[in-house]
């Protein structure tokens, strides 16, 4: 095995040209590496994709066009941990733009079905606080939201009255 770490492998019905650029798009230290088209033996039609190699935020993945049998789930998503909100909303507008949908607890479903989960990354201290009162406050505040607001968060993590 190479030292290069891994790939994550997305399947698609299609559209793996066209997710590898929207993901190059939503995040910086992106971009489109090596695509791969059928040739003339098939068994798809010739010049069309059958993968695309691309890396976004710096993890590689290669998206490959195989065919309408399986499709994304939510046993697998990806975390985003943010900063501050602007990063949330940033993240949230991108990966829901054109058909995906928002979701409880900051996840979400791009266009394409892939499950994001754009975390708010003070969160996991709060949630995790050994103080079991913040930690609760935290949490509940945070099961009643869709895309997370950090300031709200905060202010339940605190035992401010929002």
């Not at 997305?10 to 489109?32: C, K, M, P, T």
């Not at 490959?64 to 939510?74: K, T």
Request: charged share 20%; proline share 4%; net charge negative.
């Amino acid at each position: 095995m190479t030292t290069d770490g891994f790939t994550t492998c997305l399947w698609f019905d299609g559209q793996a040209e066209e997710a590898a650029q929207h993901y190059v798009s939503v995040f910086e230290n992106s971009r489109i590496g090596r695509v791969v088209r059928w040739g003339e033996s098939g068994p798809g039609p010739a010049g069309s994709v059958l993968t695309v190699e691309f890396t976004a935020n710096g993890q590689k993945f290669v998206a490959l066009n195989g065919g309408p049998e399986f499709r994304f789930n939510e046993a697998i998503s990806f975390q985003i941990l943010c900063a501050d909100q602007d990063e949330i909303d940033h993240y949230w507008t991108k990966l829901t733009e054109n058909g995906g949908e928002g979701g409880p607890c900051g996840w979400l479903k791009d266009k394409y079905g892939v499950s994001w989960q754009v975390v708010y990354a003070p969160l996991l201290d709060m949630i995790g606080d050994p103080d079991p009162e913040k930690a609760a406050r935290a949490t509940k505040a945070m099961m009643g939201m869709g895309k997370l607001d950090a300031a709200a968060l905060e202010q339940a993590y605190a035992g401010e009255q929002g």
